[in-house]
T-cell receptor, first 122, second 114 residues
Framework: AQKITQTQPGMFVQEKEAVTLDCTYD???????LFWYKQPSSGEMIFLIY??????QNATEGRYSLNFQKARKSANLVISASQLGDSAMYFC???????????????????FGKGTKLSVKP | DAEITQSPRHKITETGRQVTLACHQT?????MFWYRQDLGHGLRLIHY???????NKGEVSDGYSVSRSNTEDLPLTLESAASSQTSVYFC?????????????FGPGTRLLVL
């Protein structure tokens, strides 16, 4: 079963405006981590922000914030004051104890969504 | 600065040839991962390692192998390249053993199998 869903294949936003990229997840594990990565056209995967399932507050990193709604199982990325350099693919990812390998423990692996392509218009 | 590198960055090979993609990290991370990225599929896990001499199969491991002889390197080998293995390959590493641990990615290798 797919564990991470990004329903927006592509989005446009005007420069300097805020944009929200949606991500919903599915897990029955109480302990999990949610991650957002940015992939510009150059191809590298850049870690943006992390939210833990037990974190009381929404994560923030500069212009990035994570709108974490645990009951709805959503972890939307909010980018404030969009810049042209924000144009990229954005991936939501999750790790929980149920995605671990055969060795057990909590060294789980990341499950990625299919991504959202964000285009910032000047 | 510590980093994770991949080589080559671009590779063209022929069907049936053996290909090895290198991944090297200087963070001294125990955990290393290989993913492939294809349109419509996002990133999918190929193999991973939690330490020296440890290797495990991921979601799409058929046709691939890895070995971990030291902490820094996790080479990915395509035993007999197939056109279906044309993809972008990413190596990643992480330090810790918690579900919250961040993975850091290399720059990727674009592989074309003709």
């Amino acid at each position: 079963a797919q564990k991470i869903t990004q329903t927006q294949p592509g989005m446009f936003v005007q420069e300097k405006e805020a944009v929200t990229l949606d991500c919903t997840y599915d897990t029955s594990d109480p302990s999990y981590g949610l991650f957002w990565y940015k992939q510009p056209s150059s191809g590298e995967m850049i870690f943006l922000i992390y939210q833990g399932s037990y974190d009381q507050q929404n994560a923030t990193e500069g212009r990035y914030s994570l709108n974490f709604q645990k009951a709805r199982k959503s972890a939307n990325l909010v980018i404030s004051a969009s810049q042209l350099g924000d144009s990229a693919m954005y991936f939501c990812a999750m790790r929980d104890l149920l995605t671990i390998g055969i060795h057990g423990g909590s060294q789980g692996n990341l499950i990625f969504g299919k991504g959202t392509k964000l285009s910032v218009k000047p | 600065d510590a980093e994770i590198t991949q080589s080559p960055r671009h590779k063209i090979t022929e069907t049936g040839r053996q290909v090895t993609l290198a991944c090297h990290q200087t963070w001294n991370h125990n955990n290393m991962f290989w993913y492939r990225q294809d349109l419509g599929h996002g990133l999918r896990l190929i193999h991973y390692s939690y330490g020296v001499q440890d290797t495990n199969k991921g979601e799409v491991s058929d046709g691939y192998s890895v070995s971990r002889s030291n902490t820094e390197d996790l080479p990915l080998t395509l035993e007999s390249a197939a056109s279906s293995q044309t993809s972008v390959y990413f190596c990643a590493s992480s330090e810790g053993i918690t579900a919250q641990e961040t993975q850091y990615f290399g720059p990727g290798t674009r592989l074309l199998v003709l």
